[in-house]
């Protein structure tokens, strides 16, 4: 399928037509003065000019909680009742490159063996509507982990800014060309004004991605002394998974009365203190940088290795977030030079 | 369409007062035709629910050899273990399972084994050792070396009477030392030294141990001195676990999935594994 136009008008049009079939249309938004991916019902609740929304977009996937079942209690027994998902056709507009390229992360440990429906169902009933980065700031390295401001992977429609704020829409999956034919009044056939030129971030030299997971795959190297020394900082507040696209961890918990309640998935954090708390009171992972050396681990040996995706897109959220500044390019920097 | 998360609904058919704070509990699946079809291996782990609790992970204590229900063993020690433990005969709880691999029994055929158990270790460890003794013909000499801190600590007590009395079973029992008490017949010392005691022979044997980490630790290091190879010694593994399919993130020792690629580990793998323990 050729380029088509979306001007900027046209987005209502669009968002009219999902949201009245009973869909969700997801944009970036403010929220608490800061712009995040949320839901939407007009082109005036957008925005425009951000770099990276404050959260990934995961959350209409995997959610921050959700039922999976519904018990009560009775004389004869106990009530157990599933809860399906219920996934509504999502649009994720506005996305970035980065985050698009996470939904194959997750996908992979969500899928692995056993399918968790809840996120399949919900990822398989999204269109993900990816606009090419036209700016970034110091916190963006997303060259330096191998994904592109204007990459295609996770996307099924690539959108790029024109220097007049409409946008030009490049079909990248099937299912991406079929919601173009779908809403065709949104897009028009003649493409005009120049596209804005791609926001590149500096690769960052000290980096060797290759080098890291070398590193990380000799299990001498996990009692380095280097991991107390970079993750000294820490104060484990979880905030970097809480906004890290790729983090999956959750906690399975039972909530309600005497009578009935609920089982929910909940997200969770692997730098809890309590996360890998066994009940006996033993902790493999009893203090603060034995629980950020598992989400290095995790980001750069167990998602390459294991799942055969990335475990870091280079977002850059948990460098924004961090109230400490632990950096994780440079831990990158750090291990890539241990001779 | 399947739910990875809904656990089956089983019925508490018998509860076995093992120590003062250890439970088995007999369970029997609600759904007909569950309880027909359901299999397992012996090794294997399941999740159960305390509604309103939340669930928890142990091992299928009963063998795999025997159909229409199955057993677990737990230690009032936590929310959910505590809950468990307040149940009665005819209540319901929740299963999900069975996950994770398995001892390979069959490939164990023509050997001696000897199961070594510490504690609360023993119930994994039962579940092998009556699979093997429901096709006793299938092996060759069974050992097995059981301890526990006091007398009041060691589970099963009606069935190590019952290998003890057979035949075909060498049993060891024993406590730690200052855990005796005046009607104890059995050794006091700790497992791995009672253990180079009774010397079992490498040749053609293969082990299987399960206890607390510290003593898996020494009797690794003891069955290495009687000149066992890593590849014939098993162990099986546990971690905080919330799915058991590999999602939540818990139970990774480095990069191994214990729910997943264990619970079930030659002492070889074990050794092979990131210091994340």
């Known amino acids: 399928m050729d380029k088509r136009l979306l001007k900027r008008e046209r987005l209502d049009r669009l968002i009219d037509g999902v949201t009245r079939g009973g869909g969700l249309f997801v944009a970036p938004r403010l929220d608490a003065r800061r712009v995040v991916y949320g839901p939407v019902t ?26 999976v079942a519904r018990f009560s209690f009775h004389k004869q027994g106990t009530e157990l009742e599933e809860v399906r998902p219920e996934p509504v056709e999502t649009v994720i507009f506005g996305s970035r490159p980065c985050d698009a390229a996470s939904c194959a992360s997750l996908r992979s440990v969500f899928t692995w063996d056993f399918v968790d429906e ?14 090419a980065c036209t700016q970034g700031d110091e916190s963006c390295f997303c060259t330096t982990v191998g994904v592109a401001p204007d990459g ?12 007049g704020g409409d946008f030009t829409a490049e079909a990248v999956t099937e299912k991406g060309a079929s919601f173009m034919e779908r809403y065709k009044d949104a897009f028009e056939a003649t493409v005009e004004g120049r596209e804005k030129e791609v926001f590149q971030p500096e ?13 990380l795959k000799d299990k001498e190297h996990y009692s380095s002394p280097l991991w107390p020394e970079v993750a000294r900082k820490c104060i484990g507040c979880g905030a970097c998974t809480f906004s890290c696209p790729t983090c999956h961890c959750f906690d ?24 890998t708390l066994h009940a006996s009171g033993h902790n493999p992972r009893d203090t603060q940088y034995k629980r950020w050396r598992n989400r290095f681990m995790c980001k750069f ?39 | 369409m399947s739910n990875i998360y809904l656990p089956h609904i089983v019925k508490i058919e018998d509860i076995y007062r093992e120590t003062p704070d250890v439970r088995s509990f007999r369970l029997v699946f609600q759904d007909k035709k569950v309880r027909e079809s359901f299999e397992f291996r012996t090794g294997q782990f399941g999740l159960y629910s305390a509604f309103g609790y939340g669930e928890s992970t142990f091992c299928i204590s009963s063998p795999s050899t025997r159909k229409g229900y199955i057993q677990c063993t737990f230690r009032a020690t936590g929310r959910v273990t505590n809950a468990l433990a307040q149940l009665n005969v005819g209540d319901t709880i929740g299963f999900r399972g069975p996950y994770g691999n398995w001892f390979p029994v069959d490939e164990w055929k023509g050997k001696n084994i000897v199961f070594i158990a510490g504690g609360i270790g ?35 007590k009606n069935e190590l009477e019952h290998w003890d009395e057979r035949d075909d079973v060498y049993l060891v029992q024993t406590v730690d030392p200052g855990g005796e008490n005046a009607d104890w017949k059995g050794r006091v010392g700790f497992v791995p030294t009672v253990l180079e005691e009774t010397a079992p022979k490498p040749e053609n044997t293969v082990c299987v141990v399960c206890g607390p980490p ?64």
Not at chain 1, 205 to 214: F, H, W
Not at chain 2, 129 to 135: A, E, F
Not at chain 2, 267 to 275: L, P, Q, T
Request: charged share 30%.
């Open chain 1, 152 to 163: 295609r992977d996770g996307s099924d429609i690539l959108l790029r800014e024109t220097e």
């Open chain 1, 42 to 67: 007009a082109a005036d609740e957008m925005e425009f000019d951000y770099i990276v929304p404050g959260n990934s977009f995961k959350e209409f996937f995997f959610p921050r909680t959700e039922p």
């Open chain 1, 252 to 275: 399975l918990v039972d909530e309600g009365t005497f009578f009935e309640g609920e089982r929910r998935k909940n997200w969770d954090s692997c730098q809890f203190d309590y996360f």
């Open chain 2, 214 to 277: 510290i003593m898996i630790k020494f009797t690794l290091q003891a069955l290495e001195n009687l000149g066992f190879s890593d590849e014939d010694v098993y162990t099986t593994l546990e971690n905080k676990m919330k799915c058991g399919v590999g999602k939540c993130g818990r139970c990774n020792v480095g990069d191994v999935y214990i729910c997943k690629e264990g619970p079930v580990y030659t002492a070889r793998e074990v050794k092979r594994m990131y210091n994340d323990f």
């Open chain 1, 118 to 131: 809840y996120y399949t169902e919900r990822e398989d009933a999204a269109v993900v509507m990816t606009v």
């Open chain 1, 203 to 215: 690769i960052l030299d000290g980096v060797d991605l290759e080098r890291i997971a070398q590193w």
């Open chain 1, 301 to 339: 040996h167990i998602y390459p290795g294991k799942f055969s995706t990335k475990g870091c897109v280079g977002c850059g959220r948990c460098i924004r977030v961090c109230p400490v500044r632990l950096d994780i390019t440079e831990v990158m920097e750090e291990i890539s030079k241990v001779p």
């Open chain 2, 122 to 156: 023993l119930p994994p460890v039962r579940s092998v050792i009556w699979t093997c003794l429901d096709r006793r013909e299938d092996y060759r000499d069974i050992t097995i070396v059981y301890g526990a801190r006091t007398v009041e600590d060691l589970v099963y």
